[in-house]
């Protein structure tokens, strides 16, 4: 069955990383992966939440859709307060923390908060995935702007991180799902990985039946052809593009 955008099954959608998209935050980046479109941005917080142990820094990641985001005519309201918001913009906000903690000392931040919001301006499958991804830049650039300030002694950034899609659609396994393929998917893999390539948040779900561990495997495997790749893109991103900025 062909795809919709005329991909192979192994291809990952076109996927451009526009660093520093804004003048403000200490880091940003708009990814595109295909038709899904985030604005990714790192700030700080110089508080830490009562949990936290002292002498730690903290991560904390938001996650939210605009209103036209989506597919369709219709306009999703905003999600005003904790009371509106859904499980689901929850959830992947905490996958996107939980995953950008994985690969940050946290120790090396100082006891300061760095707050990652993704906002999803366009939404064709794969949000949480390219959040993650996009997040990583925005939070590189934000320690490389505290480092350069000598506010941190330290580079806190571990490893690199990625996130892709899986799928079996259709009797098919593919690679970075769009929207037509994701809902369409009887299996579904969101993968998280380091650039060492080590897992660090998977969900794999039988939407339309069950699967063995042969199935998972093999979408483990293609999934991280894919990571890497998106790592690879990440690398040359950050070793290519500007990061001067005014201030």
Known sequence: MPRPDKRT????????????????????CLIS??????????????????????GLGWLHAEYNMLPAASAGFGRKPRERGRMEVSGRTLEI??????????VTDL??????????????LSADGGTRTAAITGGFIALHDACSWLK???????????????????G??????????????????D????????GTGMI??????????????????????LGWTGIEKIIKEQKRCLLTQSTARKG
């Not at 992966?33 to 949990?51: D, H, M, Q, R």
């Not at 906000?93 to 903690?101: C, N």
């Not at 299996?187 to 380091?194: E, I, K, P």
């Not at 069950?210 to 495997?217: E, H």
Request: include cysteine.
């Open 93 to 102: 906000g905490r996958v996107i923390g939980r995953s950008l903690r994985l």
């Open 107 to 120: 120790a090396k931040l100082g006891e300061r908060t760095v707050v990652i919001d993704c906002d999803v």
């Open 168 to 185: 079996l659609v259709h009797g098919e396994m593919l690679l970075d799902l769009c929207y037509v393929e994701d809902k369409d998917a």
């Open 33 to 54: 992966l295909g038709e899904t479109i985030v604005l990714c941005t790192a700030s700080f917080e110089e508080k830490v939440p009562p949990y936290v142990e002292k």
């Open 200 to 221: 660090v948040e998977m969900g794999a779900t039988g939407e339309g039946k069950d699967f063995d561990r042969a199935t998972l495997n093999a979408m483990l495997d």
């Open 148 to 166: 350069k300030r000598e506010m941190i002694d330290a580079f806190p950034i571990t490893n690199f991180l990625a996130a892709t899609s899986v």
């Open 9 to 28: 099954p192994q291809q990952l959608r076109p996927l451009n990383l526009g660093r520093n998209w804004l003048k403000y935050p200490p880091g940003s």
């Open 187 to 194: 299996v579904d893999l969101n993968l998280v990985m380091t």
